[in-house]
Nanobody, 121 residues
């Protein structure tokens, strides 16, 4: 059974930092692209950052470049999102995602349940 369990969210002041973690199980973690998405209130879910399975090539939304860092530890089946210099507009539910296309082109796509990050003074 596939599980993605996020942790590390909460209330943080503007300018502060938070590290999110996503512990994965039930699939071959090292073969999946891992990503973090967020959904602010009243808006659609959007990509924050993702990281490839091997080599660790990263991709970031323009709004978080220079402030957020995604990383993964394939020995612990865990992906992280270090968020620095947080702004009120970073307030959202943050979701962990795992995806890959198999040999036949079929997309395997999994989501965690999300963790709330609120940036407010």
């Amino acid at each position: 059974q596939v599980q993605l369990v996020e942790s590390g969210g909460g209330l943080v002041q503007p300018g502060g930092s938070v590290r999110l973690s996503c512990a994965a199980s039930g699939f071959t973690f090292s073969t999946y692209v891992m990503g973090w998405y967020r959904q602010p209130p009243g808006t659609e879910r959007e990509l924050v950052a993702d990281i490839t399975s091997v080599g660790g090539t990263t991709n970031y939304a323009d709004s978080v470049k220079g402030r957020f860092t995604i990383s993964r530890d394939n020995t612990k089946n865990t992906v992280y999102l270090q968020m620095n210099n947080l702004k009120p507009e970073d307030t959202a539910v943050y979701y962990c995602n795992a995806n890959r296309r198999d040999f036949y082109g079929m997309l395997h796509n999994y989501w965690g349940h999300g963790t709330q990050v609120t940036v407010s003074s």
